[in-house]
């Protein structure tokens, strides 16, 4: 697993971030490619970060990715650890520590693009829960197996879109290259909510765009759905 660590302290101390397994990483290399041209596709869908968003700043949203994780990890350390044996308790806290800092449906209309324009009410209802349920998953299977490396956190920039910010770090390797891994969030509000992870310059948003549409394609959204129940079924049985 990828896990990211800050020298900097935060009110939980030495803090530990998490927001992408290591298999997925793997998948992200193998599928760079053709992931790069459905980034070009999923830009044509963009987020709207309305309302007012004076009271906060871009460093905010730094402070959100690594006080929200070493949250979530220092309550995993109290506990000894969060063994595989035991899914159900790293589901809960991937709910209280994570999920309340995802835009589900903000992510949800970027990963099925035209699909969820098309959708009903009761089929977009019906993806934003087994989509809940598959982020959820993965960042429980992480929990499980807590461990650390050392991060970089890069200073903040200026960005053209207001209310946008990117967390950008580097993740050191033992062959001097490190690898990039951004965190993407949008203010509302005054709350700054994640809506992408990009690691090597390929996106979660386009991994899952990529993936879900093929499946569309082949069965309709219908059969999206029916896919995402059964494998999170099968995992939570």
């Given at each position: 697993m990828l896990y990211f660590r800050d020298d900097r302290k935060s009110r939980y101390g030495t803090t530990m971030l998490i927001f992408f397994p290591k298999d997925a990483l793997r998948l992200l290399r193998t599928m760079a490619p053709a992931l790069l041209i459905a980034s070009l596709s999923a830009a044509a869908l963009p987020l709207h970060a309305a309302g007012s968003c004076e009271g906060t700043s871009r460093e905010d949203a730094l402070t959100l990715v690594r006080d929200t994780t070493g949250a979530l990890f220092a309550a995993v350390e109290a506990e000894d650890g969060v063994h595989s044996e035991d899914p159900a308790r790293a589901r809960a806290l991937v709910e209280?520590?994570?999920?309340?800092?995802?835009?589900?449906?903000g992510f949800s209309k970027l990963v099925l693009g035209k699909h969820w324009r098309r959708a009903t009410p009761e089929q977009r209802?019906?993806?934003l829960e087994q989509f809940h349920t598959l982020i959820v998953r993965t960042y429980a299977t992480a929990v499980t197996t807590y461990t650390g490396i050392e991060v970089r956190y890069m200073p903040?920039?200026?960005?053209?879109?207001p209310n946008f910010a990117t967390v950008r770090t580097v993740i050191p390797r033992a062959d001097g290259e490190g690898v990039k891994v951004n965190y993407r969030l949008h203010c509302r509000n005054?709350?700054?909510k994640l809506f992408d992870v990009n690691i090597a310059?390929?996106?979660m948003v386009?991994?899952?765009?990529?993936?879900f549409s093929a499946e569309v394609k082949r069965s309709g959204l219908d059969g999206l759905i029916k896919v995402l129940q059964q494998k999170n079924d099968d995992v939570g049985a």
């Open positions: 209280e520590f994570i999920t309340p800092h995802v835009d589900l449906k209802q019906q993806f903040m920039r200026e960005e053209s879109r005054n709350v700054w310059g390929v996106s386009t991994t899952y765009r990529s993936a």
